[in-house]
């Protein structure tokens, strides 16, 4: 079993800047790598962000590069978005997934935390 927990969302205003965190517990060594999605009100859960279980190779989506970066501390047991030049257009809840059982891109992870809001005003 692996346990996710998110935090750091919160309400910024457009061109501000936001750190999320998520926190593993259990089995987390053996996962590929660990990635970031969101969801938006009324939309299909999203990739935003992976990386590899060393941190060697980092992949994002074209709505956030070059302004979301993805991080990770094993010691800590912890991945990090940093998130910059926020948009109201990013506005979601934030998971983050281990596990992947397909394509990294793919929803199709093994475990996922319980989300963090993200809400960008104009």
């Known amino acids: 079993q692996v346990q996710l927990i998110e935090s750091g969302g919160g309400l910024v205003q457009a061109g501000g800047s936001l750190r999320l965190s998520c926190a593993a517990s259990?089995?987390?060594?053996?996962?590929?790598?660990t990635a970031w999605f969101r969801q938006a009100p009324g939309k299909e859960r999203e990739f935003v962000a992976v990386?590899?279980?060393?941190?060697?190779?980092?992949y994002y989506s074209e709505l956030v590069k070059g302004r979301f970066s993805i991080s990770r501390d094993n010691d800590k047991n912890t991945v990090y978005l940093q998130m910059s030049n926020l948009k109201p257009g990013d506005t979601a809840v934030y998971y983050c997934?281990?596990?992947?059982?397909?394509?990294?891109?793919?929803?199709?992870?093994?475990?996922w935390g319980q989300g963090t809001q993200v809400t960008v005003s104009s």
């Open positions: 997934a281990t596990h992947p059982r397909g394509a990294y891109a793919s929803p199709e992870y093994g475990y």
């Open positions: 259990g089995r987390t060594f053996d996962s590929p790598g």
């Open positions: 990386i590899t279980w060393d941190g060697s190779n980092s």
